[in-house]
């Protein structure tokens, strides 16, 4: 497609489910990285990958948190055992190059809001 | 570790009339620094960028930005402000060494009045 797509855009679920939301990021854009938005906040980082290797996974708040690339292209975050805290919007970006400092620009889908009640 | 701060968290400016969005930098080094713009139910678009060539930089829409390490500040300004250009406003600084990551701040919101 002509830009980053995620799905879903909204996502309602409960306390202590699990839940995927998926990213399709531009291609050819080798880089792939995850975000997070909680209202009123800028973006946090969760991972970035390279490739299919995840290249730095520190933002990850805890180990519910994981994020997949098997192929290189579509990536999937999931979130086991979710709590009213993990409320927010996942957003996704990619970028033809790693180097992000020389370039900066991600280019960002348009988010999946997570709603957990 | 870079930061960013937004000094103000709403802005709101009479339809042309100029817009500065403040924002000031810690950084060991010198930085590379961004600025994006989202505007509701869009996504995250990149307005300008400051990596080290001319302090002033122009990006799109009319917006720019002046880099001035004596203050670490990076304001975003706009001459004339347009009713489109109400939106949330974010300094972005990219992490040393990483190269990949990139740390926002908490965004101002522009509201453009008419």
């Known amino acids: 497609g002509a830009g980053v797509s995620q799905t879903p855009s909204n996502k309602v679920t409960e306390k202590g489910k699990y839940v995927e939301l998926r990213c399709d990021p531009i291609?050819?854009?080798?880089?792939l990285y995850w975000y997070r938005q909680s209202l009123g906040q800028g973006p946090e980082f969760l991972i970035y990958?390279?490739?299919?290797?995840?290249?730095?996974d520190s933002g990850l708040p805890n180990d519910r948190f994981f994020a997949v690339r098997p192929e290189g292209s579509v990536s999937t975050l999931k979130i086991q055992r979710t709590e009213r805290g993990d409320s927010a919007v996942y957003l996704c970006a990619s970028s033809p190059t790693v180097r992000v400092g020389n370039t900066g620009e991600l280019f960002f889908g348009e988010g999946s809001r997570l709603t957990v009640l | 570790a870079q930061s960013v701060t937004q000094l103000d968290s709403h802005v709101s400016v009479s339809e042309g009339t100029p817009v500065l969005l403040r924002c000031n930098y810690s950084?060991?080094?010198?930085?590379?620094l961004f600025w994006y713009v989202q505007h509701p139910n869009k996504g995250l678009q990149l307005l300008l960028k400051y990596t080290s060539a001319a302090t002033l930089v122009k990006g799109i829409n009319g917006f720019e930005a002046e880099f001035k390490k004596s203050e670490t500040s990076f304001h975003l300004t706009k001459p004339s402000a347009h009713m489109s250009d109400a939106a949330e406003y974010f300094c972005v600084v990219s992490e040393i060494g990483a190269t990949n990551k990139l740390i926002f701040g908490t965004g101002t919101l522009l509201a453009v009045q008419p």
């Open positions: 990958f390279q490739g299919t290797g995840a290249a730095d």
């Open positions: 950084s060991s080094y010198s930085p590379s």
């Open positions: 291609s050819g854009h080798t880089a």
